[in-house]
């Protein structure tokens, strides 16, 4: 068995690997690398990031977002999400978007992995899952970047919000909420009206 087919022996259909992964199993690994890309064993994601795919009965199946992601990260740390979450918790929201947001503390800005764009955000905090109390208040704070009548569904989540704990509320709010929903937030819970917003 030469070196290429040994480390094809390590690999597994359905991962993505990094570059640096696959040192452990070769001593040429930039030209194993090259040679399994032209080949097309491995496809290139994005720089030092590889994915093996798997294959379905209608032909190769793409990688999952979260193993991209966990790879070009180095890390586990982050929160994937998209605006279209928004849409399940029922206050007027039916766009469909593109764009997927990957919440973390390594990068910043728009990356392209795998043919997908990932707008990829420094935040202080952000949860380990999503949860209904997290995207009201996450919807609120990107509320500005949505297609939908503003003024309808600023109403529409006030309702909710009011409807929903009031302590579980106030842990996402005060944890993840920006200054601006933190006022929005601290007008309704004290019975405001929505004019000044």
């Known amino acids: ?16 690997y990094r570059r640096v ?3 452990q199993w070769s001593t040429a690994v930039d030209r194993h ?4 890309v032209e080949e097309g064993t491995l496809q290139k994601m994005a720089q ?17 977002d979260e193993k991209l992601v966990r790879a070009f990260l180095k890390s586990d740390d982050f929160l994937l999400t998209s605006p279209n979450l928004y849409n399940s918790l029922g206050v007027g929201t039916t766009q469909l978007y593109n764009k997927r947001i990957v919440y973390n503390h390594k990068r910043h800005g728009l990356f392209v ?5 990932f707008d990829f955000r420094l935040k202080h905090k952000f949860p380990k899952e999503l949860s209904e109390a997290f995207l009201l208040v996450d919807l609120l704070n990107n509320l500005n970047e949505l297609a939908e009548d503003r003024e309808d569904v600023l109403q529409s989540v006030k309702e909710k919000v009011l409807k929903e704990p009031e302590s579980q509320m106030k ?17 309704w819970i004290s019975g405001e009206s929505l004019a000044h917003v």
């Open 21 to 23: 992964d696959l040192e």
């Open 1 to 16: 068995m030469n070196a290429l087919e040994g480390l094809k022996k390590y690999l597994r259909p359905g991962q993505v």
């Open 33 to 36: 690398l090259k040679q399994l």
């Open 171 to 187: 842990r996402a709010v005060n944890a993840y909420a920006g200054e601006r929903t933190k006022t929005l937030f601290n007008q």
């Open 48 to 64: 030092g990031v590889y994915y093996y795919p798997a294959k379905a009965s209608f032909g190769p199946v793409p990688p999952e």
């Open 113 to 117: 992995l795998g043919g997908k764009e």
